[in-house]
C-alpha cells in the first residue's frame, strides 16, 4: 500500500518535472518561462520529497521519522522559497523591462514584439 | 576501483560531465553575470561531488561558501564593472 | 600571447594528468596516507580529544595551529578589500553602470527575508556548536550568519542592515574573532601547556583534560565564526556598493 503511495507521487512529480523542462524549452518568452519554471518546479520537488519521506518510512522507527521529518522540512522551506526565487527574478524581469511575447504585430503594441520561438535572450 | 560497491558510479558518469561542461562555460562565456551564475552551478555540482564522495564536511563547506556567498560577491562585482568581458 | 599561453596550460594540464598516475588509488588500504597515519586518528580520536567528529578533531585540534592562520587569512583578505575599496569622501561619480532603480519596496522579498533570516541564524548556531558531532564547524557556521545578513540587505537594503551591523562593529567582530583563537592559545601557553593544548584549560574550568579539549575547539570554532561572518558580510557591503556604503545591489 506504502508502495503504490510512493511510486504515485514520484511519478507525478516525475511528470510535472517533465511539463516543467518541456515549459522551459518552448515557451516563447522570459515571463512564460519563469512561470513554468517556478510554478512545475515547486510542485515537484514537494511530490518527490514527499514520496521520498513516505518510502523512508518502510521501517518504522523514531530514526526514519526523524529523517521523515527532516525531509518534510526541506520541503517547506522549497515551498516558501521558490515562489519567492521566481518572483524576485521576475520582478527584476520587469523592472529591467524585459520585452514579452505578444501576437500583435501592429506598432500599437505596449511593447515591441518578438516572434515566437526565437524568444528574449535570458 | 576498490571501493566499488559503496560508491554509487552511476553518480559520477553524470555528475563530472556536468562539472566539465559548467567549468568551460564559466571560463568561455562573454557575459560576466552568465559567467559568475555558472560558476555558482559548478560550485553546487562540486558539492554533489563531494558528498558522492562521503566528505560531507568538505561538501558543506562548498555549498556554503562557493555556491551561495562567493557567487554573490562576484555578481556584486560583476555589476560595478563592465559586464562584457574582451576576450 | 595568447596561444602562448593555451600551449603553455595545455601542456601543464597534460603533465599533471600524467602524473595523476602515480597518485595511490582512491581509498586504497595500502596508500602511505593509510597506512599508519589514518588509522591512528581513526582509532585514538575519541580516546585523545572527545569528539566523535574526525574533520573538525584534526581541524581544530591537531591542526589547531594551521587552522588559527587560516582565520588570520580571512581576516586579511577582508582587511585588504576594505583597505582598497572603502572611500569616505566622493570625489568622483560612481562610475558603474546605471541600474533600474525600484520605486517602493517589495513586500513580498521582505517578508520572506523576515520569515527565513532567524531560522537561518538558529541553523548557523546550530552548525557551529553542533561541529563536533556532525559535519560544520566554523567557517561553515560563520558563512551562514554572514549570508544572513547579506541576504537582509539583498531584501531590504544596504543601509538598514548597516544600522542593525554597523562597519565599526564589524572591523571588531572580525578582530575579535581572531583575538579570541589566539587568546585561547595564549592562555594554554600561561598555564604551562603548549600554545592552543587545550588539556591546559582542565585545572581552569574545572573539567578532566578529555572534557577541555572538547571545549577548547568550541571556543575556537566561535572564534573563526565570528571572524568569517563579520568578514563575509564586510566583503558583501563593500563590493556592493563599491565602497560607499550607500546602496547595495
Known sequence: MLDIIVIALMVTGLFFFFGTTIGLHRFPDFYTRMHAAGKGDTLSSILLLSGLALYNLHHLSPDTVQVSLKIMFICVVIFITSPTATHAIMDAGYESKVKYWTRRKDSSAPQSSIEPGKGEDT | ?87 | MKRLTLLLTLILGAYLIWSVEDLPEWGDPTSPASTYLSPHYIENIVEETSVPNLVTAILADYRGYDTMFETVVVFCAGLTVLTILRRTERKNKKVSTPRPQREGSDIILQNTARLLIPPMQLFALYVIAHGHHSPGGGFQGGVILGASFILLALSYDLKKTLKRFKESSMLFYSGLGVLIYAGIGVVCLLLGKNFLAYAAWSNFLGITELEAHSHGMLGVEIGVAITVMAIMFSLYADLASGGDLDEGL
Open chain 2, 1 to 87: 576501483m576498490i571501493l566499488d560497491n559503496t560508491i554509487l558510479w552511476q553518480f559520477d558518469v553524470l555528475l563530472l560531465p556536468m562539472v566539465i561542461i559548467c567549468a568551460l562555460a564559466a571560463l568561455t562565456i562573454k557575459d560576466l553575470v552568465g559567467a559568475a551564475i555558472v560558476t555558482g552551478a559548478y560550485s553546487f555540482l562540486m558539492c554533489l561531488l563531494w558528498t558522492e564522495m562521503l566528505a560531507v564536511d568538505v561538501a558543506f563547506t562548498e555549498a556554503a561558501v562557493g555556491a551561495g556567498v562567493s557567487t554573490i560577491l562576484l555578481l556584486a562585482t560583476a555589476l560595478h564593472i563592465k559586464r562584457k568581458a574582451k576576450d
